[in-house]
Each structure stands twice: as C-alpha cells, then as structure tokens.
C-alpha cells in the first residue's frame, strides 16, 4: 500500500526532496523577493500522540484502533493551519479512538455507542477539507472522547442501473477507485475536485463540492439521484426519483450536512458514458477584464463547454500556462457522442469578439488526451496542493479562497477583495502575490478563485494566515459574495456563514440538528450549535 502523508498534501513519495525543494526556493525568491527561505526540515513520520482518554469499548472492538499513527492521520484536515500544526509535529489533539465500520449496522452502532457516553463524533473521508471541518480537537469542546467514524471500508461501486445511467456507490470510495470501478462499464460520474485524488464520494456529498468541469451539471448536487445516511435517531434514506414536486426535498437536507447531522453511507449517483471526443483550445486577453467578458459570454451561450476556466496573468504564471502577463480563457469541449468542432468553432468565434487571441489550438482527439495550455493546467491543477505543502516547508505562505457572485457585482468585489488581500499581505508578509481564476462559470456569475503567497515568519505563521483569511472574508461579505463556492464551511467559515444565512433559517437549522442528534454529538461546532 502506498503511504500518505502524515503532515503534509498527499502521497508521502510525491513530497518534493531536498533538491526539488531547493529549486523551489530559487522560484520562492523570483515570485516573493521579501521571503528568507530556507529548507526546513521535514517532521519524522513517526507521530507523538497523547494517551487516549478513553478505553476500547468491547462493544467497538473489531472495528476500533488506538494505534498512534491512525489517530494522528485523522487529527485534522489539510488546511494552512492544519498543515502548520503537522509540520510541527502537534498532534495534542488527535482523536482518541479510530473506528472503521464496514456496513451501515455499524455505522449505527457507533453513534449508539458515543451517543450513550456523550463523545463527540467526527465522520472522516478523505481528511482533505481545508476549512477545520474534520479537526478532532475543536470538535472535543467539552466532551470526554473525541471518535473519529472512519467510512474508508464502506466503498465500492455496489450496483450499476445502465438503463437510467445510475450507480449505487459507497460513501466511502475515493475518486480514482470510483472512476476506475464505473470505467470497466463505460461510464463516468464526471466530477473532478481538485482533492480528487484523496477525497470520498461522502465528502463531496457532505460538502456540497464542485466539480473540475466548469459549465453544465458540475456540482454534487446535480449528480445525486438519492442517499442514505445515519443519524442518531436511525435511518434517513431520501426517496429515488429523477426530479419531484413533493414538498421540500429532503436531499437538500443531506446535501453539505458536513457530518453535523449525520453519517451519510452510500448514494445513487447519475453517471454519464465516458467521453470519446474533445475539442480544446486556449485565449489570451491582454486586459483581464475583456477576459471576464468573454467568460461570460461563452456562460451565457448555451454551448456548454467542459472546461471554460479564466486565469488573470498571475495565475498564469502560477500554473506554468503563459508568462507573459496576459490573461488566458481556457476552453474545452467533450462529449461521448460526436465530433465537437462546431461547438469549439462557435465558442472561440465568441472569445474573438472580446479581442481574444487564439493561443493554442483548436485540437481535437477522438481519444482521452490532453495536450496544449490545457494539459498543463489539469497537471498543475491537481499539484496545487503537494505544492502548498512544499512551499511552507521553505518558509513561504500560500493558500486559496473562493466565492461566487453575479456578473454584475463581479467588478466591485474583485477589486475589494484583491486590494484587501494585498494590503494584508503588505502588512503581514511585507508583500507578496494575489492571483484569481474562475473555476466555474454559471449564466447568472462566475465562480472566482484566489490564491496569496507571501513571506512567512516563524513563530508566527498562523497570526500571518488568520489576518491575510479574514481580511479575504470581511471583503468578501462586505462586496455580496458568499463565503464559499465549494470549499464548505467547517469550523473556519462559520462566523461568515452564520452572517450569510437568513436568521430564522438558522434557528430552522438548529431544530433539525436537535432532532436528528438531540445530544450534539456529531462534529460539534460545524454548521450549527
């Protein structure tokens, strides 16, 4: 079996070694001349754990572990602060008993368990949430144990509908697993974080995720057709149908849950024919804002492009796409029935009228490849995160924050948050680098995506990232965007959510947390008190 690791993004063997790093650092200096980077030494692999505060229920003994590194593993996320504390080596708070049911029998019989001695619960998938959604020690608050409710062994492709296009799926599968189970029937469940790679089907469904495509249906909610989940008061499974009027419909209720209100184990999923042919090419703008106008044209146009991704000159570079400063549109079309050049024809005749220029392609293939501008942003894409990681451990900040808006407030909110960005990175970091891409693109607005770096000092890397995230989220509030798109709200949006969402609705929500878990066992502090 392959190792991840215990600090940092990812598989152990993809940390960059001391050369790599090295080279990292020399790139470090060009982008954030205020950087003193050195190369810090990696945290051992062999974590330190407190003793656990609670002995091995017999009830739980056949699915439950104390061992220290599973413990550490699931300690927390993959947030900036996560990965500080794991650099190092803090592990205070790591949960003090891992249970790894296999079925849903056991699922409930853990929540009966923790339930019965009030220990708080904590569903893990993939542990890659980047906003405290997962952290053990904030979820132990007052309580005696904290459990960490390990899905990993509830996976699998369980059951494929050809007819309907639909797939009964295990909460707990990961993303490539998925796709490699629903390819041996030609099909796919199309959606692509950026986490894929060490991310859950559960985890998508609990955190309303988006998806790699940028048009069309991307999101996770889009793509279930039903779930099941358990809560401590027993079984909520949503009822099967392709769409329904009746009433409220409960899946929204499951639907970025984040395990507050219960465990979800498994759901049917519509699935798509894997793609035969794709169409692709890139645009550059000189000016970025022609750039968003073009977006917004090919989101408008009914043409439905997979990929219709917008990154400004800083983000360019950042992703190895163009270094000259402009802007670039990326676009792609894919489809499993016929040739797409039409499509493709029509779109860059579209990012044409904006004063595009055609910088790579069109291409099209008749197979999965990917080549150009395109191929190099999907790689950088998913390296992103092994990327982060590498970086603080040369002494440099990064981290990303997304929103979403209308085209009409997209102006002002872009120039508010990239100038409160900046300020707080002058401030804190003695400058450094803000950067924005659309990750999505809808007819009504875009999806904008930012990404910061700047100088770390040590000792105070945290205070560095809280001011740098709340300036980021009070200009984000103050211009109408949401506090989220895509990346959940956690424990680390909570005082931003709790600002967005309607009042009476939260008082709604608080009635339903008390009647689907009436002792708050469930990852307290997420969602709702």
Request: proline content about 7%.
């Amino acid at each position: 079996m392959r190792d991840r690791s215990i600090w940092a993004w990812g598989w152990r063997d993809k940390f960059p070694d001391p050369g790599a790093r090295q080279g990292l650092m020399q790139l470090a200096r060009v982008l954030v001349p205020a950087a003193h980077t050195a190369l810090r030494d990696e945290p051992p692999d062999e974590p330190s754990v407190p003793s656990p505060a609670i002995a091995t229920p017999a009830a739980l003994a056949e699915i439950a572990s104390q061992a220290p590194r599973d413990r550490a593993m699931r300690s927390r996320g993959r947030a900036f602060p996560d990965l500080v504390a794991g650099f190092a080596g803090d592990y205070t708070g790591a949960p003090d008993l891992v249970v790894r049911p296999r079925d849903e029998a056991e699922v409930a019989r853990v929540l009966e368990v923790c339930d019965a001695n009030a220990w708080a619960v904590v569903p893990f998938g993939g542990g890659t949430s980047v906003v405290g959604g997962v952290d053990a020690a904030l979820a132990r608050r007052d309580r005696a144990a904290v459990v960490s409710l390990d899905l990993g062994a509830i996976a699998g492709v369980r059951e494929v509908d050809p007819v309907s296009r639909l797939a009964r799926i295990g909460a707990g599968t990961l993303g490539p697993a998925l796709e490699d189970e629903l390819a041996t029937h030609g099909l796919t469940l199309r959606h692509y974080p950026q986490s894929f790679e060490m991310s859950t089907l559960g985890g998508w469904l609990a955190t309303r995720a988006g998806g790699h495509y940028a048009t069309g249906p991307t999101r996770i909610d889009e793509l279930a057709h039903a779930m099941t989940m358990i809560t401590p008061r027993g079984l909520l499974a949503t009822h099967r149908h392709p769409g329904s009027g009746a009433g409220p419909e409960p899946a929204r209720m499951v639907l970025g849950s984040e395990g507050a209100l219960g465990v979800i184990t498994e759901a049917w999923m519509r699935v798509v024919p894997r793609p035969r042919w794709r169409a692709s090419a890139s645009v550059a703008y000189k000016d970025f804002t022609a750039g968003v106008a073009a977006a917004r044209a090919l989101a408008q146009s009914g043409l439905y492009p997979s990929n219709a991704r917008l990154l400004d000159g800083n983000e360019a570079r950042l992703h190895r796409v163009r270094f000259d400063g402009t802007s670039v549109l990326l676009i792609g079309f894919e489809s499993a029935d016929h040739p797409l050049g039409p499509w493709l024809a029509r779109a860059l005749e579209l990012a044409r009228d904006h004063g595009g220029e055609v910088v790579s392609g069109p291409s099209e293939a008749d197979d999965a490849t990917r080549s150009g501008a395109a191929g190099a942003w999907r790689q950088a894409f998913f390296d992103a995160p092994y990327l982060q990681s590498a970086l603080l451990s040369i002494g440099v900040l990064s981290d990303t924050f997304e929103t979403a808006c209308s085209w009409t407030q997209f102006p002002e909110l872009h120039a508010c948050v990239t100038a409160a960005v900046q300020r707080a990175l002058d401030e804190e970091c003695g400058g450094g680098i803000v950067s924005c891409r659309f990750t999505h693109v809808y007819p009504d607005g875009p999806a904008p995506y930012y990404t910061f770096i700047g100088a770390l000092r040590a000792g105070g890397e945290l205070a560095q990232w809280r001011a740098v995230k709340a300036a980021a989220s009070e200009a984000l509030a103050a211009a109408g965007g949401t506090i989220t798109h895509h990346h959940a709200v956690g424990r680390t949006h909570r005082p931003w959510y709790d600002r967005e969402r309607p009042a009476l609705f939260g008082e709604a929500l608080a009635a339903v947390k008390r009647t689907l878990d009436p002792h708050g066992i469930l990852n307290p502090g997420v969602l709702v008190d």
